[in-house]
């Protein structure tokens, strides 16, 4: 079978499985106790597993097998959580990222995973035993309870149904081989061979090919149907040389329609690998010590069948598609609206205005369909914050709020990079060691708060530390020694403006170079990026206190409201996210303050700028008019006036890129074609305020 044709559903949920498994190895970390938490792990470490072996991955197959053996330890209670096995599970899930990343790659999912199996086999044996001792006889692992993972397809169960009804017996089979035997998939040849003699096997686990090429460990399982006696077939078992036991359990319809409850509610998540086991016994008692041992806590009745999936995965490339058709819809509908508008037919216009109306709910809808929890981002800080905080030596407790909050697809896949730096940055410069916290009064574990939250038609996200803050003094020696500002240009900046020092090129406060900081890399390609993203970054910082990074983004850079001007024969849109108020200027209130023109707004002084002298308007200047027109535009606190010759309206406008035969242009952020066929430049409001 081609099995290209479900690769990227493979990797889909290889992912989300790995994401699952670092999430919940980090709560496992924190509450080693928790043996629900191990079930969970090794629910999505089983499914990972049975993937990879189904799509042929058999590298990465291996190590997840080999992770198994030792989450079966933990959650049979015969292996404690200690730091080192935390460690060695983390390295395995970061080579699983890189065999996925590989196949993603189109590669095989191969690396170099030698070592991190042996110290996962050594863990496995007890040799790795960090001062408990090797493990004993009773708590080596038996692997009996491989054969819990059997799982039925709807054909399968419908076989077993029917037989049952028609008066056949069904049993569930272990059997486990001699952990002595040379021969294992011989034997297991030998047992297949003898049941099927006066039966069928209806599904074995680990799969029939899998069994007679030896790629399992001692045990297996099946279902199967016969009209024998459980005590015929386990003498039959029994008989063949190097088989250690057998154990049969004969199934009822009751029991079948009970683990058909149970799968049909667990849809979404695969089922507990003990659960076939646990509902398979009709008869409590009848279930070997051994087993029940290992089961999860039965419930009082069975579990009802929970409500289909609701959600189905689209390809993002279909997602740009309907967006940029609607887009090019967008601009019609515009053009529609000016030629009603001109015609004056009250038909036309009735069927324009109802045709605006649908576009407008549709476009709602395309904006929602393109919307992304910053959860798909701030999922991968919890374990990058850990491994930092082991790198450094220090506690740190990530708090993350609001990762519901939802961003357009864009602006998430721009923002995952910037976020880490922030992080980085707050973990490596804002929180102290833990000898100094303890020394400031300060508890050892430092705090970082990720937080994400909507504000009008923007999303803010903070990353505050309750570190050391920063010293203004400090800070601004760094930057003086460093030659980014002259001690002349510094006694002048306020606080905000120091702050904003970090984000220069090259600008480090870090006094060792190392792996995390001191290069000077990092805090600028932050700025540079949220800026390119139509945002903006801003600090706020206590000394002794801690500091707090806000970040503000755009909601969406596909369709945004905008205000359309005019300059002479030229227009430009202003995206309203970032207009404070128009209004009207006389020329005799602009004035000339140390060579730069301001006006006075809001009882504060703040600059004003003359939009054709910037684009060299031919045929509109407005330093030949009496009254000008302006638009009020901010950029984080800071305000500032730009002169326009007429407003047109507000309008909801799709951005279009400028292409790559035109090189960036300052102050334009890309361009949107209007109703009447005219390309409007969309000017970018940051640009203009220094």
Known sequence: MDMNQYLSMFIDESNDHLQSLNENMLQLEGNPEDLGIVQVIFRSAHTLKGMAATMGFEDLASLTHKMENVLDLVRNEKLKMQDYIFDTMFKSLDALETMVQDITEGGQGKADVSSIVASLQAIENGEMTNGIGPATETNKPTNASISSAVELDEFQYSVLDQSIAEGHRV????????????????????????????????KAYPSVQDIEQEKFERSFSLYYITTKEAHELEEGIMSISEIESAKLIQLDQETLQQMANQVAATVEAPPAPTAVAEVASPDKNSVPKEETATAPAKTAAPKQAAAPSRTIRVDIERLDVLMNLFSELLIDRSRLEQLASETG?????????????VSTDLQNIVLKLRMVPVDTVFNRFPRMIRDLAKTLDKKIDLVITGAETELDRTVID??????????????????????????????????????????????????????????????????????????????????????????????????????????????????????????????HSTPGKGTNFSVQLPLTLSIIAAMLVRLGSEKYAVPLSSI???????????????????????????????????????????????????????????????????????????????????????????????????????????????
């Open 414 to 539: 721009e923002i995952g990079d910037p976020l880490v730096h922030l992080l980085r940055n707050a973990v490596d410069h804002g929180v102290e060691s833990i000898t100094e916290r303890v020394a400031a009064g300060k508890p050892e574990m430092g705090t970082v708060n990720l937080r994400a939250f909507h504000s009008g038609n923007h999303v803010f996200i903070e990353i505050e530390d309750d570190g050391k803050g920063i010293y203004r003094d400090k800070l601004l020696k760094t930057a003086i020694k460093r030659g980014v500002v002259t001690e002349e240009q510094g006694a002048k900046m306020s606080d905000d403006e120091v702050n904003q020092l970090l984000f220069a090129p090259g600008f480090s406060t870090a006094d060792i170079i190392s792996d995390i900081s001191g290069r000077g890399v990092g805090l600028d390609v932050v700025k540079s990026k949220i800026t390119s993203l139509g945002g903006n970054v801003t600090i």
């Open 345 to 357: 037919n009250n038909d036309l216009s009735d069927t324009v205005a109802h045709l605006s109306r």
């Open 580 to 690: 404070v108020e128009t209004a009207i200027v006389q020329r005799e209130q602009v004035r000339n303050i140390h060579g730069n023109k301001m006006i006075t707004f809001r009882e504060s002084l703040i600059p004003y700028l003359s939009l054709s002298e910037v684009f060299s308007v031919p045929d509109f200047n407005d330093a030949d008019e009496q009254e000008t027109e302006i638009v009020v535009i901010r950029k984080g606190d800071r305000l500032a006036a730009v002169a326009v010759e007429e407003f047109i309206g507000q309008s909801e406008i799709v951005l279009k890129s400028m292409g790559t035969y035109l090189p960036a242009i300052e102050g334009i952020s890309g361009a949107t074609i209007l109703g009447d066929g005219q390309v409007a430049l969309i000017l970018d409001p940051n640009a203009f305020i220094k």
């Open 171 to 202: 049993f569930y089979v272990d059997v486990l081989v001699s952990e002595h035997s040379q021969l294992k998939g011989v034997r297991a040849y030998m047992v297949f061979d003898m049941l099927e003699r006066s039966g069928e096997v209806v």
